[in-house]
């Protein structure tokens, strides 16, 4: 099992730039603290875990450089499945999911006893140690009934963060992994939007960097360029300024299921997180790569 | 408001010798750990939370007097009954549920999603502050394959417990609600039994006390006791050595349901736990009752 | 030496709601300050110690379970007495003992030799651990002389508190048990009113409660109650507003001995602490009575 | 105020040799433990403290230089004065005090209540920070009756020794000074010999150095030499080894009131306190001279 | 300055996978210790400091990964020039410098004074903080005469190795570099040889890996290869087990100037570090290529 | 090797009032912190380190006795030594050396190889722990090019100062020695001023004392007094506030090599430092004498 070492070739003076660099970063994001939310599309929670993607492996690596990853999911097409197997229809309005007492039941189920436990086994595997947890958990996410035109019943919005459980586990070790439930004032279970959940929380954790892993590689200047890869890396925008987002958002740009991705990445902005980031989760390694090179690989919303 | 004191009277004396009494264990058990399983048929959990039970005070008001309190739970009637929504029968042998891969998954959502987040709620009611738990969390119920003369599925039987999480969160403040589902070594689910998985927990994190919440008044010297209260009182046992409960059990003493409860209080007291009590918890206070006073209300069994 | 369990009956549940309520005072005062004053006529110092009073078990049950308390004594019977044996009589001038250096003498002597370590030997005996300490200890008690119309002597009043060192006996364990003696800038011990010096060590070391152990009741809306037991009940005052007590020492319904009591209560809650608490100190276990009842069982005194 | 530098002459030099002399001690002693016995005929308690003797400033300049100083006094004379007002006579068998209940109230009046407190004035003066305390306080010194030919009353012996007391005031910055009395397993107070209290104290906190103050200069081979100065240089024994000074016990050279403080140093050096000194507490900081210079001035006894 | 994003391609996997393996390698050394040894041909030390090697750049980023890196250096060839511009011709026996007492004043000066300060500022404008020392500070490197056939003079050999200093600069964020020079019990200096002097103190302080960066790229099998360059990738050792190097040493394909060389490597390794490495200090980041990815660069010798 | 007891005579009562005095200064500058400059003509490093000085023994007679020691020094006579050797002259404009590159690598060589390394072997043999220091050495030295009407090459002025290293050090044990060489942004070395640069450590420090150890006693009221031995102690000033140095300095009584002395004592003391002290270092000890007596030996300037 001999090595086959590098000599003093070109391949080893173009592995240690690469090394170079990213120790660079390792430097400069040690101890601070890396916000991801992992789910909807991208999510595909088999017996295996996190379905093919390398997102387990790549928090254990973060973990292990001394970088605190903070895990935030969903589960929105795992919660159809279950509730058609019950024989419930789901209902959507706004494309917020309509959701009465039997249906929370349910969503909890999914999101706190499934989802969220396949991610644990899946990090530990990596060779991480997990703690798997909802918002209700140390009164984490504290939520209120969300308002709108018609009950919604049980979802919520965000009324307060505390995050002293996830700042008890990340120092013991653990990678928090929190599905998006949140708790009420009288102890009612709320159903909460991941991607807002994860924002509030980055803000709230003091992240240094809020990480969206969607299944598209991020915000395009042309919104028809996803599927069509030659024209893609010509239209995704690596950076972005916060108030060039709300302006392409006003006009059009940014639509449809990037709506609430870009809002809750402004929101985390405006909370103090210095940058958000969409990226393509199926990617191998996106977070890493991301994280650790100069140039990176989705959208980067700077204040 | 105005209070309405005692004054010297016998009232007030009373009351005294009570509190001084309590406050003698209180000083005895401060900094201790207790692990109390609840679950089985005491487990009723319905909107509110713990069904009824003082179970989420008491733990308040222990972990509030200094008192490490740990909660393992499971949750039998309410898999079954989400097994029948989806219809699929439960199926028994020697008492275990045959767990194929589809009953795995609604076991645990059930027991970490749904029974586990109820309990958390109901003890964040009472003022308390629970992290919610399954064995697979920080790798703290390793967990083998159960080999029975037919295959039980992914039932399993505790191979190694890690209480580092445990430690970490209860020295944080906060009460670990423990979902008794395990982790193998290639990160298969196990359904494990909770009672055995409570006196195993015990064991590791160096319990003082293990304590059984069940339906009945503890164990009884005539086994058909139960249920005609005139009797109770003359056949309950209030101390049990542990090989007389030993030699209970071969004699058919102990039997049926109490045959695991009391297994379960011999492991860990041979583990090194000083004692393992089965009380009824249904009583309200039943736990303070039986760690705050001299006469206790249950069995308590010693090595 | 069998149990006698209570089994699921009244009883059972009367001591399940005693516990549950006295815990969540443990809870609330646990961490806590409380000062108590001993003495006067309450205080019959023998070769047992306390006297027949459970004052030493109720500080070690205090202690025990987290509250830090401190006990202020003084002695005036027994100095009397040792005076009387030594030929020399008591001359009392406004209630305060004339102090000419040789009464001195024998007040530091019977204070700080023989009633400060008997109440040492009672705690001791009842399973704490005791440090008897006067207030020229660490310069706690810093003294001048108080001035009146004629000379009274070595007579002080107290000019600062330095509370250092009941901090760093508290912390390590120990019960302070401190004799109210002064020391002046030159060195000089100065003889200090107990209930004074009492009230402003609360106040020095911020504490939560003072409780001042007498041998009536309270503070009676009729003063002439007092010894008539049936009538007691219903003139006894469980709470008094500051300004109250004011207004009734002005009008004469507080008097004669009550007068310093409920002064240095007040000096005490004008100093911030939120109780002051004056109690019946015959009465067993009247301190535990106070602190962890709702309706408790003398005078709270309030800001 | 202007200073009068030494300038390069033969007094700085002189004066530099002195002070890296005494700092090279000063490093040597830093941390250690010294516990030195002050009393008997030494100790003139009067309203100024300690008697125009330097200990109290000594003791404060050890303590400023991080050496961790103990003081244990006894105080016959005294005793034997108060006694005597008391109409009450001092009875001595083999050079013990009968010590019936009345006598023990006033021993522990005098010492305790009296001689300690003047001490911790006279240190609090000097610019130090004392507490008083006795061997009662802590349960610092259990104690048994001593057995004799005769009943001696409540004459005691050293039993067991707590020295968590000394360590807790000392590591505050506090000098502890401690009257020799004791306490019984059942609380009773015992007189005990101040000597060999204070060489079982060093003994039990570990003490580097035993200093025993007297008003003799140290052991002499010619036991008449003292009184007689001229005679005395010649005499006096400035280092003594152990199985020395238990033959010149056995020959008589060391007699009288030499042997008890002989066998009190004996019986710390046996205990493992590296040296123990018997030195003349008259001479103005001899204390200081004993453990800052090479050639001291008293007697030094080691293993 | 826009970012470039990688987009979805072969480039970002590629270097999404190196990251991978780095930060695996990063959490493996981070909190271990790794010393460095540069010098010899590969030293050129000019104005600049580190004559255009990564060595500065490269500690700086083990350090920031929270490995403690630490560097020994020689530097020979700069004290022949200083010696030859003061007139004074340098002798080697057996390949050691005859040292005597105006040499060794010149091998302190160039070492300690000028290569080590120049390594320093090196340190520093790469970004990290360095510490210059020898072994003389803090006695660390405690010396010895080196006793040969001829009288070398102030050539030394290492008696025992302080490694406390090394230590307190580490924990505190600096880079320690370290002149090779001994300091012997009567405050001699010696010239010690920098291989052994770094391996000596890679044992002391527990390394997990002595690193020897030379100008030839590691062990060949053909000693004659060197030079050569298609040659060498054929004939240059990866993994060398210290049993075969010591045989290579003796049959004679270990020779020259590898000789020293590989015996600090079998000195470090027989002292219990797990690994020493031979590598090229000219190759640009030769250092993390060998240390963060499988293959490595030079040659690794094991136990 | 028996000790000589001084018994109680005159000489032990004067010893014992010099410790007295020493002790209580002891006590006042524990914890604090001192810098000493040493050099200029009264450092002569030959092979034995500090030529004779006592400047060693009292350094770690300090660190002992809790005071902080921290040395600087420069060594001006040594390089205009090692230049000549090397053939080249040395040249100075207004008191300063010219410092081109070359010479400053002979600069560089001389203190921080030699000079520096010198002390440390002294200080090492004196039974201390030193550390050897340059001002570029944890960048503790930052230093800018010091602008003249004429260009003088490297020699630069302390643009600020970093004590982190030295606090490091010095916490845990070490006497810092440091080389009077700064280093610049782009990290060129530069020539201070010694006495200027420790002026501007010991404000950075937070120094008690900023000591100057020269080769005369101290400032003088007839600057025409040193050298004539009984005039000097009538003229010598013992204390000199600032505003009357400053005045001695424009009146001419203050005069040559004097001047840059008294200002690198005026800089301290406007940067905080308490007092300044100019002394004799050539007087055995005088740095004890300076510190521990209350008469003093030389000229402190106080604000």
């Known amino acids: 099992m001999s090595r086959t070492p590098m000599v003093a070739t070109s391949e080893a003076v ?35 875990g996190a379905g093919g993607s390398t997102i387990a492996e790549d928090l254990v690596l973060l973990k292990g450089a001394g970088i605190n990853a903070v895990l935030v999911h969903g589960g929105g097409p ?10 419930k229809p789901s209902k959507f309005v706004h494309g917020l ?14 999101l706190a006893g499934r989802a969220n436990k396949s991610l644990v086994s899946a990090i530990t595997q990596a060779g991480g140690r997990a703690v798997g947890l909802s918002g209700k958990d ?5 939520a209120r009934k969300y308002e709108a035109d018609v009950d919604l019943g049980q979802v919520g919005e965000v009324e307060a963060v505390d995050p002293a459980l996830v700042r008890t586990v990340s120092v013991d070790g653990y990678i928090p992994v929190i599905a998006s439930i949140g708790i009420g004032r009288d102890g009612t279970s709320y159903n909460l939007n991941a991607d807002t959940a994860a924002g509030a929380l980055a803000v709230a954790v003091g992240a ?6 969607t299944d598209v590689d991020g915000v395009y200047r042309d919104p028809d360029a996803a599927g069509r890869a030659d024209h893609e890396a010509r ?23 990037m709506i609430p991705k870009v809002g809750a990445c402004l929101d985390a902005i405006r909370g103090g997180v210095p940058s958000a980031h969409i990226i393509n989760g199926t990617v ?3 977070l890493l790569v991301e994280l650790f090179t100069e140039r990176g690989i989705g959208t980067m919303l700077t204040p």
């Not at 690469?18 to 991208?42: D, E, H, M, R």
């Open 78 to 87: 795992e919660i159809t499945r279950m509730l058609e197997r019950l024989g």
């Open 97 to 110: 999911r309509v959701t009465d007492a039997e249906t929370m039941e349910v969503v909890e189920m999914v």
């Open 138 to 142: 140390g009164r984490m996410l504290l």
């Open 284 to 286: 191998p390694h996106a």
């Open 235 to 257: 239209t995704l925008i690596s950076e972005l300024r916060a108030a060039e987002a709300e302006a392409m958002t006003r006009d059009g740009t940014i639509s449809r299921g």
């Open 208 to 213: 240094s960097k809020f990480i969206l892993l």
């Open 14 to 48: 173009l592995a240690g730039g690469v090394i170079a660099q990213g120790l660079g970063y390792v430097n400069a994001w040690k101890g601070k603290t890396v916000v991801v939310k992992f789910g909807g599309s991208v999510l595909d929670v088999g017996a295996g």
